[in-house]
């Protein structure tokens, strides 16, 4: 069964999702989690137009956001009594979804947990990686959490 589940978050409310599976997951399992937060600086600095200079205030705002993120989530482990560890990333020379594959194998994970809106099949999460690529690279099985539509009462989950 799934013991060492990785969970990769960015804040949103469709990561929160995945998060709330995986803690359900690692609860009937006695398992652990790894939550992954990716900085992707450098996209965000090219996104907003910004020269070199103030890349680096650029990151330590998102590096504070992303250890908010992975702490709260930590926090919301506990309280079901799951055992969670975090990793924050730096991105900027590689793509996240790279990270989460290379990092499910190094840990290594049992399970990688992504929440998804699903509505054009698999969408982009986690600052820009894509969800599909880790369906088809993957060391492990990946479940997709899909976000409940409006006026959906249940989230409805994929294993690939």
């Not at 990270?99 to 992504?114: C, H, K």
Request: hydrophobic share 45%.
């Amino acid at each position: 069964m799934y013991q060492r589940i990785l969970v990769p978050l960015d804040g949103s409310a469709t990561s929160k999702q995945g998060l709330d599976e995986a803690i359900r997951l690692a609860a009937q399992t006695h398992g652990r989690l790894r939550l992954v937060h990716v900085v992707d600086s450098q996209s965000m600095a090219m996104a907003m137009g910004l020269a070199a200079g103030p890349v680096g205030d650029c990151f330590e705002v998102l590096a504070r956001n992303g250890r908010q993120i992975l702490d709260d989530a930590q926090a919301a482990a506990a309280a079901a009594g799951v055992e969670a560890e975090t990793l924050l990333h730096d991105g900027a020379s590689n793509p996240v979804h790279e990270l989460i594959a290379a990092d499910a194998s190094r840990w290594p994970a049992d399970l990688i947990v992504i929440g998804t809106h699903g509505r054009r099949g698999v969408e982009r999460f986690v600052g820009g990686g894509c969800a599909e690529y880790l369906l088809r690279c993957a060391p492990v099985p990946v479940l997709l959490v899909r976000a409940p539509a409006d006026g959906d009462a249940h989230a409805h989950r994929h294993a690939h």
